[in-house]
């Protein structure tokens, strides 16, 4: 029997993980945006009469029951440091289709992270890419967090409209992107060239910005499969950005001109 190509099985991957799990959003920004996006499938609704007053209209168009709920007792099934704001509501998380699907959407660089996983950091740099137009962000399924609370709340409502695809693996899914014409520029301290500056070079050629972990930084085939290492420029020869604010730097840097 032929393999499946890989596009083919991530596409697959994502739709038997969205049928099968759900998410608690909490948070009032991240509630309401979830109620407000139509791809979204609700599932229940937790909130205190101070929140629903505060969502207003969002839960007036929600086709769907509030279970109203006393604060010191909230029934939704949160981590215990959760600042749910009086807001929680269960959903399945979004499908946005397969590799292919993001690259051929209208907008700036594709972000790929490789073995980012704090949800809050991801979630931070979902709110980044959606702030300066970034297709999608992309990510290893096995080292990134899937949709949560915590990341859904970083993320301010970004979750909501930003693409964020799990995919198999990310240096294959790089070449892939290399195969459409993108040109893929790996973010290095040891980058030969500013990231501005490869940006321009790359011309009307759309781009993928590949960030790493802190501290490990990028591994070896995914800094193989670039077609640049590129830095951030700093004015002193100490000091470095967390991954959510070199990826909010880099997709400035990318995109102003």
């Not at 393999?3 to 920004?29: C, I, M, N, Q, Y």
């Not at 499938?41 to 009469?49: A, P, Y």
């Not at 007053?53 to 929600?62: E, N, Y």
Request: with cysteine; net charge neutral; aromatic share 4%.
């Amino acid at each position: 029997m032929a393999k499946k190509p890989s596009w083919v099985v991530d596409k697959e991957r994502g739709r038997r993980e969205a049928a099968r799990e759900t998410v608690w959003l909490f948070g009032l920004h991240a509630v309401r945006d979830a109620l407000d996006n139509p791809a979204r499938t609700k599932l229940r609704l937790v909130l205190t009469r101070n929140a629903r007053d505060r969502l207003g209209d969002a839960v007036a168009a929600a086709d769907i029951p509030v279970e109203e709920a006393d604060p010191r007792r909230f029934p939704a099934p949160l981590d215990p440091g959760s600042v749910h704001q009086g807001a929680a509501l269960e959903v399945r998380p979004l499908d946005w289709g397969g590799l292919e699907d993001a690259a051929l959407r209208p907008g700036g660089p594709i972000v790929a992270l490789d073995r980012v996983t704090d949800p809050h950091n991801v979630g931070a740099i979902l709110r980044s890419a959606e702030v300066f137009g970034a297709r999608a962000v992309i990510a290893p399924a096995r080292h990134s967090p899937p949709e949560t609370g915590a990341l859904a709340k970083t993320a301010s409502g970004a979750l909501e409209r930003q693409p964020y695809l799990r995919i198999g693996n990310l240096a294959d899914g790089l070449i892939r992107l290399k195969d459409m014409g993108f040109v893929c520029l790996g973010l290095d301290g040891e980058g030969a060239q500013d990231v501005a500056a490869a940006a321009a070079e790359a011309g009307t050629r759309p781009i993928v910005l590949v960030l790493g972990a802190e501290g490990p930084g990028l591994r070896a085939r995914t800094k193989e499969t670039c077609d640049a290492l590129v830095r951030i420029g700093a004015a002193g020869a100490f000091g470095s950005l967390n991954v959510s604010n070199a990826a909010a730097v880099a997709l400035y840097a990318a995109t102003r001109g």
